[in-house]
Each structure stands twice: as C-alpha cells, then as structure tokens.
C-alpha cells in the first residue's frame, strides 16, 4: 500500500508564491507517475503537472501552468513538490497528489486523466486573491 500526504497549502495575494509537498510512504521502492490535480467548484478535476519519479523522468504539464509551476520529486526523501509562481485567482482550489505504479515514463498522452491514478492523498487548499 501506498500512503500519501500533501502540505504547503495556504492563502497568498495574486503574484505570490507556494510550495506544495507530497510525501510518499508505504511500497516507495519502485518507480511512480505522480502528479499533482485540482478541482474548482463546477469542474472536473483537473491534472496540473505529472513527472515519473525515476532520475530521467520528463515533466508535463497543463498548458495554464506552463511557465509558472515546477514539478519535482526527491527519491531520497519520496516526496513530490509543486513550485508555484506567479499565482492568480484562477488558481485556488484544493490540490491533490495522486500516483500510479510505471515501470516506464508516465502515458505522455494520459498523464492528466484522473482514472490512471490508484493513489490519492486528502488534499491541501490553495488561496490566491486578487
């Protein structure tokens, strides 16, 4: 089994920034696609940013984030990160990490589908306002 716990969330103004953390705990010694989503009110939950947690792993994300958040993971410590700059408004909402086991890269045209992931932490919230 594999647990997961997210933290970092918080309330910041527009143009701030946040951490968010995952850490990982349970079956850890193999590889994961993890990625972080979210879910504002009246939409699908949405995935943000995925990476395969294997040295070589490629980074993707969705195209409202790109160039704001950074997507990492830390083998040594099992715990995956979300550095978010330049935040808006539009992106309150509570965050979730989630994994999946691959022994290869994740599905580079499935990675934000939410059906591909077993592994779900409770979710950290994230405020921006304006």
């Known amino acids: 089994q594999v647990q997961l716990v997210e933290s970092g969330g918080a309330s910041v103004q527009a143009g701030g920034s946040l951490r968010l953390s995952c850490a990982m705990s349970?079956?850890?010694?193999?590889?994961?696609?993890m990625a972080w989503f979210r879910q504002t009110p009246g939409k699908e939950r949405e995935g943000v940013a995925a990476?395969?947690?294997?040295?070589?792993?490629?980074?993707y994300y969705t195209d409202s984030v790109k160039g704001r958040f950074t997507i990492s993971h830390d083998n040594a410590k099992n715990t995956l990160y979300l550095q978010m700059t330049n935040l808006e408004p539009e992106d309150t909402a509570p965050y979730s990490c989630?994994?999946?086991?691959?022994?290869?890269?994740?599905?580079?045209?499935?990675?934000?589908?939410?059906?591909?992931?077993?592994?779900w932490g409770q979710g950290t919230q994230v405020t921006v306002s304006s």
């Open positions: 349970g079956y850890t010694n193999t590889r994961y696609c």
């Open positions: 990476i395969w947690t294997a040295e070589s792993g490629r980074t």
């Open positions: 989630a994994a999946h086991r691959r022994l290869a890269d994740c599905y580079s045209g499935l990675w934000f589908d939410q059906r591909q992931y077993n592994y």
